[in-house]
């Protein structure tokens, strides 16, 4: 247990649908992020939040909408989604976004795995 | 990109010997994490050595540091089957971006 919880873990949705994803953290964390995992390739960095303001937007294509309405909880707003955009969606918090020179240590929730129909 | 590349790509041992994967790396790093991941499920982390460190132990684990060759090397010593799983190196990259690479896929047979 990590302390990072994601809903749903798993997600069916048609091209049309709109849907989000849920993450919360109960580690009293100031930074959040969402990661897409696909099959054999890096995790992609998609956006960082800190202290409910996002500092990243990893050209991420606006058919994904972040939300962080507190630094507890994080949302990805899904719509009009492509095949393509099926794969692991990976919610992390970290205690800081970045201290110094030190890059924190994130701890990951168990992912929603995605697939668009 | 500063992403770390592991390597192998895969790697099959028996129950009881030892695991070696590597990193490399393209731009200097402050410091270099690994995790590990489950099949399905989120990454944990394992280590963090910074780039003042050669090496640094954990349980069974041992990551050594190569900065002059951007290099980094994971050991898992004497294995057990709940060692399967994927292990990721992750570099810092600019502000803000920790960079994983694709990560070793590691089987340890009974």
């Known amino acids: 247990e990590t302390g990072v919880t994601q809903t749903p873990r798993h997600l069916v949705m048609g091209m049309t649908n709109k849907k989000s994803l849920k993450c919360e953290q109960h580690?009293?964390?100031?930074?959040m992020y969402w990661y897409k995992q696909s099959a054999k390739k890096p995790l992609e960095l998609m956006f960082v939040y800190s202290l409910e303001e996002r500092v990243e937007n990893n050209s991420v294509p606006s058919r994904f909408s972040p939300e962080c309405p507190n630094s507890s909880h994080l949302f990805l707003h899904l719509h009009t989604l492509q095949p393509e955009d099926s794969a692991l969606y990976l919610c992390a918090s970290s205690q800081e976004v970045f201290a110094g020179t030190l890059y924190p240590e994130l701890f990951f929730g168990e992912g929603s795995r995605l697939t668009v129909l | 990109s500063q992403q770390g590349e592991e390597d192998p790509q895969a790697l099959s041992i028996q129950e009881g010997e030892n695991a070696t994967m590597n990193c490399s790396y393209k731009?200097?790093?402050?410091?270099l994490q690994w995790y590990r991941q489950n099949s399905g499920r989120g990454l944990v982390h394992l280590i963090l050595i910074r780039s003042n460190e050669r090496e640094k132990h954990s349980g069974r684990l041992r990551v050594t540091l190569d900065t002059s060759k951007k290099s980094s090397s994971l050991l898992i010593t004497a294995s057990r089957a709940a060692d399967t799983a994927s292990y990721f190196c992750a570099t810092g990259y600019n502000d803000y971006k920790l960079s994983f690479g694709a990560g070793t896929t590691v089987t340890v047979r009974a």
């Open positions: 731009t200097s790093i402050n410091n």
């Open positions: 580690l009293g964390h100031n930074a």
